[in-house]
């Protein structure tokens, strides 16, 4: 039975908002921390199904600029990788609080992808063949890849939606039915921040190094990904152009806005997806940390450019 739409917006206000009931700290790695973490993620889930979506229909122009986006064959093979990252490596876990939160998270990226797979359907946009599920043989690497990478296109994501939501771009309609998948987004890497805590601590002194060096090997390929360069480092895969989200600003805009501009729209949107969940959880950081460095050292080049140079006598 489908969720009433009086059942939907109530989800969706509730998807915003949650604390953890017991008072006091969350020590990170901690049962209370993981127990905190799962909850979240169980208590802020939205029932909203795909076939309930009624999307708006376009003026030809809008329509033109839908489908003229260099998104969405992207857009479909990530969610479905994501998919099958995310229940593969879950069902790795003997903790049961993770096991039901990650696959369950896997669920609602193949829910993502059923969203996507309305909207391009109901809009003719064609998509190339869809590649097969990729799932590595090392899972771990497999979930960290992908949970790395949705904290990155994540915080831009919210930065062009905004963007596109201010400049009126495109519908106001078209901008509201996607606002509940953007949130969950910011659920998805608020549950893989407070995993990686978690995980981290669980961990002996040299397996935590080895972990570590994990973690940099990551950072590594998503920035040779991100820059065109990864060819071959991934299963044997060809890198998909990922940069649109870093981008993608002039697809979603007729604003002329600066890469630093984008930036300070990111962090505050980035902040404002997460104002509403209990502040003891971790947030995602290394992404916005960058951020606010580039618009900081940004803003001081611009106020050392504008100084006059002195006079000197002839």
Request: hydrophobic fraction near 40%.
């Amino acid at each position: 039975m489908l969720p009433s739409q009086t059942e939907i917006d109530a989800a969706d206000r509730r998807a915003r908002t949650w604390a953890w009931p017991s008072p006091g700290a969350l020590p990170i790695g901690s049962d209370a921390h993981r127990d905190a973490a799962c909850q979240m993620f169980r208590d802020t889930f939205n029932p909203y199904k795909p076939s309930v979506i009624e999307w708006p229909t376009l003026e030809p122009e809008a329509l033109q600029r839908l489908t003229s986006l260099p998104i969405w064959d992207i857009a479909v093979s990530t969610e479905n990788k994501a998919r099958a990252r995310m229940r593969a490596y879950g069902e790795t876990l003997s903790d049961p609080a993770w096991r039901e939160a990650i696959i369950q998270n896997g669920w609602e990226e193949n829910r993502h992808r059923e969203v996507l797979s309305h909207l391009v359907t109901s809009y003719g946009i064609k998509l190339a063949p869809e590649p097969p599920d990729d799932v590595p043989a090392d899972r771990e690497w497999g979930y960290l890849v992908t949970g790395y990478s949705e904290c990155i296109d994540s915080f831009f994501a919210f930065g062009l939606f905004e963007l596109a939501r201010r400049s009126g771009f495109f519908p106001e309609a078209l901008v509201d039915t996607f606002e509940p998948v953007i949130q969950e987004e910011a659920r998805h890497i608020l549950l893989f921040a407070n995993w990686l805590a978690w995980q981290r601590r669980q961990l002996r002194p040299l397996a935590r190094i080895r972990f570590e060096l994990r973690v940099v090997r990551v950072w590594i390929f998503l920035a040779m990904e991100r820059i065109g360069i990864a060819r071959g480092m991934d299963a044997g895969e060809k890198a998909p152009d990922n940069n649109f989200t870093m981008t993608g600003s002039a697809a979603v805009s007729d604003v002329n806005i600066s890469p630093l501009g984008l930036m300070a729209i990111c962090l505050a949107e980035n902040d404002r997806r997460f104002a509403g969940y209990d502040p003891r959880l971790l947030r995602p950081t290394t992404t916005p940390t960058l951020a606010r460095l580039a618009v900081w050292v940004g803003g001081v080049l611009r106020r050392f450019g504008r100084r006059q140079p002195l006079q000197t006598a002839a």
